[in-house]
């Protein structure tokens, strides 16, 4: 038995790759998700019609999708890769708001991401909520 928190303004989804199952409450309204599942890792993403997305990834081969968006805080990854649990984030040079979380497990060596690009600034909070309820 567990007890999960429920957000105004999410609801609860359950996505399914490659026999995993993800729960995350994500914002209400239209959306759509698209999953990849490659030799490294996989990736989903809830996509809303306003092209805000939050994504997930554990695909250690591709560049997550605010990859662009590091310039803009002046960040660069380590050579390697990040090894430690992180969180940043920003405005866009469009004026939305973008954040990626990086969780790293010792045990197994390697870590996923997960995080949102294209929020308009007042539904950041909403996302912000949102990338904290994933579990696996």
Known sequence: FACSRKF???TKERISVDKKLFKIQVPIGEKRIEETISGHGLWFAVIYPDSSFIYYSSDWAFITPNNSNYKTIGFNPPPGGITS?????GEQTDGR??????????????GYWIGYKNVSKDKVSLFDKSILTLTQ
């Not at 649990?85 to 984030?89: E, L």
């Open 97 to 110: 708001y973008w954040k990626e979380m990086f969780y790293w497990t010792e045990r197994y060596k390697r």
């Open 8 to 10: 105004t303004g999410l």
């Open 85 to 89: 649990d992180s969180t940043i984030g």
